[in-house]
């Protein structure tokens, strides 16, 4: 049965847990051919076992590595083809804490991870979408912090703000080619992350302070986040540029 993203060919970085595993999962059921990106070897060739043969591949890298993403772009390419869709999902938080007192090397950190990865996967990635003149999708994922920034996440919530910009920004210079840049917002989730969003131990009392302020009182789930990759990238969306999507 042919599904919504048939014949399409997708890298998701960060795709051996959490979100990022969500999307791998969605993609390859909607039909994606998947490269799967990680830092984390074992936790890829887990996420890559879990699919059936031939619908994934995984490539060990650094998404903050420029020459990384060039052996991602070529490994895609020589396996697949073509690329027609980006998720750049890989990202990193702090542990909250004051933000008067975040070291550098966090600072410097965040913003390779959050920022610099977007710089990375455009550069080296959008020239590829352009030369093949079938247009594409770029999907980010941003974080409702970059809406609404929070006490002790400060700078974090800084790094998710660039990555909001920069879709949008891209989303205008990059519409001639056909090619769509989108950013999703989620909120805090349940992934590895929590611990550190909470900045205190992992217990109810101290979940239901940041569940108060989510509508609909619970963490996103991956699949939450992954079926609206899903359809940022699908045809469905092929109007749909420049946003921000709360999720």
């Known amino acids: 049965m042919s599904g919504r993203l048939n014949g399409k060919v997708a890298i998701v970085t960060g795709g051996a847990l959490g979100f990022g595993e969500g999307i791998v999962i969605k993609f390859v059921q909607e039909g994606a051919l998947v490269v799967i990106v990680d830092l984390h070897k074992e936790n890829g060739e887990r996420v890559l076992a879990s699919q059936p043969r031939g619908t994934a591949i995984f490539v060990q890298g650094d998404v903050s590595s420029e020459q990384d993403w060039e052996k991602v772009r070529d490994t895609t390419l020589s396996r697949f083809g073509k690329i027609d869709i980006v998720v750049n999902n890989a990202g990193i938080v702090n542990s909250a804490i004051s933000s008067l007192e975040l070291t550098e090397k966090e600072f410097d950190r965040l913003c390779r991870v959050n920022i610099k990865s977007l710089y990375f996967s455009a550069r080296v990635i959008a020239p590829c979408i352009q030369k093949q003149s079938t247009g594409g999708a770029f999907i980010n994922i941003s974080s409702m912090s970059a809406l609404r920034p929070r006490p002790n996440l400060v700078w974090y919530a800084a790094t998710k703000g660039a990555a909001s910009a920069a879709t949008k920004g891209l989303a205008a210079e990059l519409a001639q080619d056909n090619i769509r840049c989108n950013a999703i917002c989620p909120v805090a989730g349940e992934t590895a992350m929590i611990p550190l969003v909470l900045g205190k131990p992992d ?45």
Do not use: M, Q, Y
């Not at 079926?227 to 946003?243: K, P, Q, R």
């Open 203 to 247: 217990t109810p009392e101290n979940r239901a302070k940041i569940l108060s302020g989510i509508p609909l009182g619970r963490f996103a789930t991956p699949a939450d986040i992954a079926n609206a990759a899903c359809f940022l990238a699908s045809d469905e969306a092929n109007f749909i540029t420049g946003v921000e999507l709360p999720i």
